[in-house]
C-alpha cells in the first residue's frame, strides 16, 4: 500500500473528482459515512459526542459526520472554531446542511475565553476535525487553545484523516504539544508517513485505514517510495512448495549463533529457522550450545568450534545457500574475524544480527564489502551505532535510506512499524506486531525466520518482507491467547506454523 504525501493526495482526490465525475462535496460526503459507520461501531449509542470543526476541508468532514451521527440518533454539539473569517466551499455547505436542532447545539469558539465555558468529561468523545494535512506550521491562538482543552480532558478522540496540528510528512517533535493528542485517528484511504515514527506515539497511538473510495489507479500513479505491507500484498510473495522437491531443493542454512552461557540465541534462531522452510541447517557455536542443540532440537546439525567460550573459525562454507550471524556470539577477537572470514569468502545470501552487527560497528571499513543483498537487521540503538546519531525519526529515517542504499544492503530498522529499507531507496513499513515482543530473544526469532526464508530460496527483498510480517503475525496471534505483559519469544516461535497458514490460505 502506497504511502503518498499530504500534496499528492490533494492529487488523488481532484483525480479522482474528474474521473468518477462527482464533485468535491460528494467525495466528502462518502467519507463522512465511511467514518461515521466507524465511529457507531466504536461508540456507546448512549455517550455523548463532541464534533470540534474547523472552517476547512477537514472542519467539513467534521460537519458531515455530524449530521450523520445525529440522523443516527446520537446526542450530538458541534463546536466550530472561528480561526479564520472564511469557510472553504465545502464546508460552507456542510454547514448550511446542518439541522435547525443541530444549530440550536452548536457552540462558536472566537475567543480563547469561549473555551473555558466547555466542559468535556469522561462520558464525552470528541471528533477533532480542526485541521487537515495542509499545515506546515503549529497551530496558534484559539486552535492551539482549542487543541489544549482537549488534551487535557478525560474525554476518548478521534481524529479524522489527521490530529489537528500534526505534519504528516515531516517531524513535529518541536511542537507536539500543540498538536491533539487522538485516542484513535481514521486515515481516510491510505496511511501518514508521520503516523509510523515513534515520535508520534502519544498523538496517534492507533490509527485505522478508512476506504473512502479515492481512484486506484491515481494512487497508482504517484511516484512514491514509501509502501505500508498488507496482508494481501505479502501473500503475493509467497511460493508454494513444490510436490516434486526434497530438502535439498530447500538449501542448506549455516547459523552462527551463541557462545558460552548464552545457548538460548541459538536454539531460538535455529528453530525458528527451520520452522520458516529451510531443508536442512547446521548450527555452528561452541561445545555447551551444540550439546544444549542436539538435545533442544534435533532437526538441526551442529558444528562445534575448536574454543570453548565462543566461535573462532568459519569453516567450510561452499555447501550452504544462506548465512545467519550474530545472535548470542559475542564479539571476541576470534569473532570478529570469523565474521570478517565470512564476508570476504561467502557469495550466497547472509543475514547479520545482534553481536555481528555491534563487530560491524566496531569495523565500519568492512561494509563496503558487505554481499549484494545482504540483510542487516538492527534495533535503533544498533542502528545508530552503525550510522551515527539523528536529530529526530525522521532524520534516522533519511539515514536508514541513505545507509542502505550506500552499501548495498538491505536494512530491517526495528521499531513499532518496522522499517524494511531496500538498496533503491524505497522503504516499507511492517503492520504486524505488538509490544509482546519487547523481548529477549525477539531479534533472535526474526534472524532465523529470514536465514529459513533466504535458505528455502526467497530473494533478500521477500524473505526480509515476508520475515518481518509473519514474525509480528505470530506474536499477534499469541496476543489472541495471552497477555503480551507473558509472552515469550518461544510461545512466538511456536505460533510460527500458524501465522504461515494464515498467511498462506487468508483464514
Known amino acids: 500500500m502506497n504511502i503518498l504525501s499530504s500534496s499528492q493526495i490533494k492529487t488523488v482526490d481532484a483525480l479522482t473528482i474528474e474521473r468518477q465525475a462527482i464533485s468535491s462535496t460528494d467525495l466528502m460526503e462518502r467519507a463522512a459515512e465511511r467514518c461515521t459507520d466507524i465511529i457507531s461501531r466504536e461508540i456507546p449509542f448512549e455517550a455523548p459526542i463532541v464534533v470540534c470543526c474547523g472552517k476547512g476541508n477537514n472542519g467539513g468532514d467534521g460537519l458531515a459526520i455530524a449530521r450523520l451521527l445525529k440522523a443516527r440518533g446520537y446526542a450530538i454539539t458541534v463546536i466550530l472554531v472561528h ?21 440550536a447545539n452548536l457552540v462558536e469558539i472566537r475567543s480563547e475565553k469561549d473555551i473555558d465555558r466547555i466542559e468535556l468529561t469522561e462520558r464525552h468523545t470528541v471528533i477533532d476535525a480542526l485541521l487537515g494535512t495542509g499545515i506546515n506550521k503549529p497551530m496558534t491562538g484559539i486552535l492551539k487553545a482549542m487543541a489544549g482543552k482537549i ?21 513535529s ?43 486506484e489507479h491515481a494512487i497508482a500513479e504517484q511516484k512514491s517510495v514509501y509502501y505500508y505491507a498488507v496482508e494481501k500484498e505479502i501473500r503475493a510473495l509467497l511460493t508454494p512448495r513444490n510436490k516434486f522437491s526434497h530438502k535439498g531443493t530447500y ?37 555447551q550450545v551444540t550439546g544444549i542443540l542436539s538435545f533442544r532440537l534435533p532437526e538441526a546439525m551442529t558444528q562445534t568450534d575448536e574454543h570453548d567460550s565462543f566461535i573462532t573459525s568459519c569453516g567450510n562454507l561452499e555447501t550452504c545457500r544462506a548465512i545467519g550471524f550474530g545472535p548470542g556470539t559475542g564479539t571476541a577477537e576470534e569473532t570478529q574475524h570469523t565474521l570478517k572470514s565470512v564476508i570476504q569468502q561467502f557469495r550466497g545470501n547472509l ?15 568492512w ?16 542502528f545508530e551505532r552503525l550510522a551515527g546519531s539523528f536529530e529526530n525519526d525522521f532524520d534516522r529515517l533519511q539515514k536508514a535510506k541513505h545507509f542502505s542504499t550506500r552499501h548495498g544492503c538491505i536494512l ?45 530460496g526467497y530473494a533478500p527483498a521477500k ?27 518461544s510461545d512466538v516461535t511456536g505460533k510460527l506454523p500458524a501465522a504461515f497458514k494464515v498467511l498462506e490460505t487468508g483464514m
Open 463 to 489: 524473505a526480509a518482507l515476508i520475515g518481518t510480517y509473519i514474525h509480528g503475525m505470530a506474536a499477534d496471534l499469541c496476543a489472541k491467547d495471552m497477555s503480551m505483559e507473558s509472552i515469550l519469544i
Open 251 to 287: 538449501g542448506h542454512a549455516l547459523l552462527f549463533a551463541g557462545s558460552k552461557g548464552k545457548p538460548g540465541a541459538a536454539i531460538i534462531a535455529a528453530e525458528a529457522c527451520l520452522r520458516s522452510g529451510a531443508g536442512l541447517l547446521t548450527v555452528h557455536s561452541t561445545q
Open 367 to 382: 561494509l563496503e564489502f558487505l554481499p549484494a543483498g545482504t540483510i542487516l537487521t538492527p534495533h535503533p540503538k544498533e
Open 173 to 215: 517533535a518541536e511542537f507536539t504539544e500543540s498538536c491533539v493528542h487522538a485516542d484513535l485517528v481514521l486515515s481516510l484511504q491510505l496511511p501518514k508517513l508521520a503516523y509510523l515514527m515513534p515520535e508520534n506515539r502519544s498523538i496517534v497511538p492507533d490509527f485505522r485505514i478508512v476506504d473512502i473510495g479515492l481512484d
Open 412 to 456: 530491517i530498522l526495528k521499531d513499532t512499524y518496522t522499517h524494511v529499507c531496500m538498496p533503491d531507496g524505497s522503504v516499507v513499513f511492517n503492520s504486524t506486531g505488538n509490544p509482546g515482543l519487547a523481548k529477549g530473544g525477539s531479534g533472535d526469532c526474526l534472524t532465523g525466520i529470514i536465514l529459513g526464508l533466504l535458505t528455502r
Open 351 to 365: 543475514v547479520i544480527d545482534a553481536d555481528g552487527l555491534n563487530i560491524l560497528s566496531e569495523n565500519k571499513t
Open 151 to 171: 488534551n487535557t480532558s478525560p474525554c476518548h478522540v478521534i481524529s479524522i484523516d489527521v490530529p489537528s496540528g500534526l505534519l504528516t510528512d515531516g517531524s
Open 83 to 103: 480561526h479564520t473569517e472564511r469557510f472553504s466551499d465545502d464546508a460552507q455547505i456542510n454547514f448550511g446542511r446542518l439541522s435547525s436542532e443541530l444549530k
